[in-house]
T-cell receptor
Framework: QKEVEQNSGPLSVPEGAIASLNCTYSDRGSQSFFWYRQYSGKSPELIMFIYSNGDKEDGRFTAQLNKASQYVSLLIRDSQPSDSATYLCAVNRPNAGKSTFGDGTTLTVKP | EPEVTQTPSHQVTQMGQEVILRCVPISNHLYFYWYRQILGQKVEFLVSFYNNEISEKSEIFDDQFSVERPDGSNFTLKIRSTKLEDSAMYFC????????????FGSGTQLSVL
């Protein structure tokens, strides 16, 4: 079982729609959860982070965490073509000096 | 806005040669990392560094790899004898006060081993 697993893409949504990206993790003790966006040929940049169960909203982005189900998601509302990128889920276990990344889900937003 | 800087942006080397990739983390950050990404694959952890010593390393980070913080600003990754499979984008990252925080990534060094 992969430490961090993301729904296989690619994901394609029309402009203005909601994009839903999902991630599951294997270590129940994981405490910190991150979503990074990576444009082709570029480095990852942080979109959202979440530490507690529930929803966290920032503009058009909402991160959702359910530790009981070991599940974290990212919703992008009113998707724009500029949101087209690969979205990386990253998880930190306590006292681990690293983030573990999933394979990424590639999102395409079509005008 | 403070950023992590990496040099060079591209490095081409012959198999068996030594390479040093350089990074300047954000100045007040305490944790430093190297990750790599082979083309089309996931971002993989190599090593984390805190308080002038390695905090954690992956199976990838074998005896051919080493890291150093030679002064108060630079953080380097050395590959002693490069292999073809070392070809990848190498990202340096830093985090502020703990390893559980968000990472700030540099723009990467594309290493090509011929």
């Amino acid at each position: 079982q992969k430490e961090v697993e993301q729904n296989s893409g690619p994901l394609s949504v029309p402009e203005g729609a909601i994009a839903s990206l999902n991630c599951t993790y294997s270590d129940r003790g994981s405490q910190s959860f991150f979503w990074y966006r990576q444009y082709s040929g570029k480095s990852p940049e942080l979109i959202m982070f979440i530490y507690s169960n529930g929803d966290k909203e920032d503009g058009r982005f909402t991160a959702q965490l359910n530790k009981a189900s070991q599940y974290v998601s990212l919703l992008i509302r009113d998707s724009q073509p500029s949101d087209s990128a690969t979205y990386l889920c990253a998880v930190n276990r306590p006292n681990a000096g690293k983030s573990t990344f999933g394979d990424g889900t590639t999102l395409t937003v079509k005008p | 806005e403070p950023e992590v800087t990496q040099t060079p942006s591209h490095q081409v080397t012959q198999m068996g040669q030594e390479v040093i990739l350089r990074c300047v983390p954000i100045s007040n950050h305490l944790y430093f990392y190297w990750y790599r990404q082979i083309l089309g694959q996931k971002v993989e952890f190599l090593v984390s560094f805190y308080n002038n010593e390695i905090s954690e390393k992956s199976e990838i980070f074998d005896d051919q790899f080493s890291v150093e913080r030679p002064d108060g600003s630079n953080f380097t990754l050395k590959i002693r004898s490069t292999k073809l499979e070392d070809s990848a984008m190498y990202f340096c990252a830093s985090s502020a006060v703990s390893a559980n925080e968000k990472l700030f990534f540099g723009s990467g060094t594309q290493l090509s081993v011929l």
